[in-house]
C-alpha cells in the first residue's frame, strides 16, 4: 500500500484529475442508464461487474484476495459508500433534478469534517478548511439556485420527499464509509477496492427483489444508450475513477479528498455547456468561481499542513 511519504505528486495530482473529471459525467450517465434498467438492478450489475473484474486482476497479480478481516472492513465500507451512498444517488434520480441531488450530495465535505472525529484538532483549527468546506457550499447552491427554485416550487409528492430524506442519509453513509474505510483498511488498496465494490453490488440484488423490480423489466426493451451508459460507469466511473477516490483516501488527508463533491457539479454543467449549448446566467458564474476558490483555499491549507510536517522531520533528523 502507498503511503504518504512514498506517494508520487504526479500520480496523486492524475488521480485526481480522474476523480474530478470522471465523476462529474455520472449523473448524466446514471440517469440514462436507469431509463430502461431498474435503479437497484443497475446498481447490481455495475458492482458486482466491477468488483469481479478487479478481483480477477488482482489474482492474475498474485494478490491474496481471501484473506477475511480484510474483506470483512472492506464489506462494510462498501456497502456504506457504494449500497447506501451511491444507492441514494441512483434512487433520487428517477424522481428529482439531477441539480438538486448534485446540491444534496454536495454536502459530502461538511460530513467529511463532522464525523472524521481524529481530525477535529486539525480541521477546526484551519481556517482554510472551514472556509473552504462553507463557501463551496453556498457556491454550489448558486450554481444551481435557478433548478433548485424550479424543483421546490413545483408539486412536492411522497415519493419525492422520500428521495431528498434517503440523499441526506446517503451523503451522511457515504462520508462515514469512506472515513471507516481510510481508518480500517488493511492490505492492498486494490484487494479493497475489488471488494467493496462486489459486496455493495451483491446487496443491490435483494433490494431489487423487495421493490419487485424484476417484475416489469424486460431484457429486450434496454436500449444500446442505456447499455453504453452502464458500460461507461462500470470501466470509468467504478473501476477507474472509484479506484483512484479508495486510493487517495490512503495517501490525502479526507477533507481534501472530499473536494470532489464540490468539483464534480462544475464539471456536469460545464459539460451541458460545451457539448449540449446550455447557458450560464451571471450567477451561475459567480458560483462557478467561489466553488473554485473553495477547492484552492482547502488545497493550500493541506499543503501548508504537509509542508510543515515535512519541515518538523527534516528538522527532527538533522538534530539526531
Known amino acids: 500500500m502507498a503511503t504518504k511519504k512514498n506517494t508520487s505528486a504526479a500520480m496523486v495530482i492524475i488521480a485526481f484529475a480522474i476523480v474530478y473529471l470522471v465523476w462529474g459525467s455520472t449523473y ?38 481471501w484473506q477475511w478481516n480484510q474483506i470483512k472492513h472492506a464489506a462494510i465500507g462498501g456497502i456504506l459508500m457504494l449500497f447506501v ?25 461538511l460530513w467529511f469534517v463532522l464525523l472524521d472525529k481524529q481530525k477535529w484538532n486539525v480541521n477546526f483549527k484551519s481556517r482554510e478548511t472551514v472556509i473552504g468546506i462553507i463557501i463551496g457550499f453556498i457556491g454550489i447552491v448558486m450554481l444551481f439556485s435557478e433548478s433548485i427554485g424550479t424543483a421546490l416550487s413545483a408539486n412536492t409528492g411522497l415519493f419525492q420527499i422520500i428521495s431528498l430524506i434517503l440523499l441526506i442519509i446517503g451523503s451522511i453513509s457515504w462520508s462515514g464509509g469512506s472515513l471507516y474505510a481510510k481508518y480500517k483498511s488493511t492490505g492492498s488498496t ?125 528538522a527532527k533528523k538533522m538534530a539526531a
Not at 435503479?39 to 478481483?55: C, E, I, S, V, Y
Not at 451512498?85 to 465535505?109: F, H, Y
Not at 454543467?269 to 451571471?282: D, S
Open 28 to 65: 448524466f450517465f446514471i440517469q440514462q442508464a436507469i431509463q430502461h434498467i431498474p435503479a437497484l438492478l443497475m446498481g447490481f450489475f455495475r458492482f458486482t461487474t466491477a468488483g469481479l473484474l478487479l478481483l480477477v486482476w488482482c489474482a492474475i497479480k498474485g494478490e491474496n484476495i
Open 85 to 109: 451512498g451511491n444507492g441514494a444517488v441512483i434512487w433520487a434520480e428517477q424522481t428529482l433534478p439531477s441539480s438538486l441531488v448534485a446540491v444534496l450530495v454536495s454536502a459530502a465535505p
Open 190 to 314: 486494490t484487494v479493497n477496492t475489488a471488494w467493496q465494490m462486489f459486496a455493495a453490488g451483491i446487496v443491490f440484488l435483494p433490494g431489487s427483489f423487495l421493490t419487485h423490480e424484476l417484475n416489469d423489466f424486460h431484457w429486450q426493451a434496454v436500449t444500446a444508450g442505456s447499455w453504453m451508459s452502464l458500460a461507461y460507469l462500470i470501466l470509468f466511473g467504478s473501476l477507474a475513477a472509484y479506484s483512484a477516490y479508495v486510493w487517495l483516501l490512503q495517501v490525502r488527508p479526507a477533507t481534501q479528498v472530499s473536494t470532489y463533491a464540490y468539483v464534480n457539479p462544475v464539471v456536469a454543467v460545464l459539460l451541458g455547456v460545451f457539448f449540449a449549448g446550455e447557458k450560464l446566467n451571471v450567477l451561475q458564474l459567480a458560483g462557478l468561481a467561489i466553488i473554485l476558490l473553495s477547492v484552492l483555499l482547502i488545497n493550500i491549507s493541506k499543503y501548508r499542513k504537509q509542508q510543515k510536517a515535512q519541515t518538523n522531520t527534516s
